[in-house]
């Protein structure tokens, strides 16, 4: 069974930092990695997706990279903003059967002006 | 504009009763799927469809039940048989093809047992 695991589970920073979220999973069969990102009582919206043949993705200031061999993601967020302030949630698809996404616990951010 | 609508976004249970949930989507994707999150946690599946008249349980679909009679519908029906009903339910749709398989989800309904 797949387990998506995110490290850390909160992070505090200063407006204007580089960071980086991490995000591992236990099946390297996936079909894909999405990030995603969610604000307190909102649903989903997606960040950047990952097909499991390609190595990263980037979209502004944002960069995602996916090393399928080891079961591993991270999320490159480059001068950080409050307005970056949320939960960040990983989730990979089975390259096989069932697509539906098997997500993590999520990345509780907050960026401090 | 082109998105998912779930509806409505909060909604009051009592004990044994039924309730349903609405989830649209006018994207044209086949796929569509049920999360339950509770707090602190991830997305958990419920149902998901890849086709219409056709649906598979989730992880956690004891106590729910659906129905997926159109292409752009898929309501969730949490039956007096779910104990602990009070959650965050997402909804997401996405494309079976190869090229595109990004999930797309809706704003959620939050039910709270009364």
């Known amino acids: 069974k797949q387990e998506v695991t995110q490290i850390p589970a909160a992070l505090s920073v200063p407006e204007g930092e580089n960071l980086v979220l991490n995000c591992s999973f236990t099946d390297s069969a996936i079909y894909n990695l999405q990030w995603f990102r969610q604000d307190p009582g909102k649903g989903l919206t997606s960040l950047l997706l990952i097909q499991s043949s390609q190595r990263e993705q980037t979209s502004g200031r944002l960069n995602a990279s996916l090393d399928k061999s080891s079961g591993r993601s991270t999320l490159y967020i480059a001068a950080s903003q409050p307005g970056d302030s949320a939960t960040y949630l990983c989730?990979?698809?089975?390259?096989?059967?069932?697509?539906?996404?098997?997500f993590g616990s999520g990345t509780r951010l907050q960026v401090q002006p | 504009d082109g998105g998912i609508t779930q509806s409505p976004k909060y909604l009051f249970r009592k004990e044994g009763q039924n309730v349903t949930l609405s989830c649209e989507q006018n994207?044209?994707?086949?796929?569509m799927y049920w999360y339950r999150q509770d707090p602190g946690q991830g997305l958990r599946l419920i149902y998901y469809s890849q086709i219409v008249n056709d649906f598979q349980k989730g992880d956690i679909a004891e106590g729910y039940s659906v129905s997926r009679e159109k292409k752009e519908s898929f309501p969730l029906t949490v039956t007096s048989a779910q104990k602990n009903p009070t959650a965050f339910y997402l909804c997401?749709?996405?494309?079976?093809?190869?090229?595109?398989?990004?999930?797309?989800f809706g704003q959620g309904t939050r039910l709270t047992v009364v």
């Open positions: 997401a749709s996405s494309s079976k093809t190869a090229a595109n398989t990004e999930a797309f």
């Open positions: 989730a990979v698809s089975r390259d096989t059967g069932r697509r539906a996404l098997t």
């Open positions: 994207l044209n994707h086949d796929a």
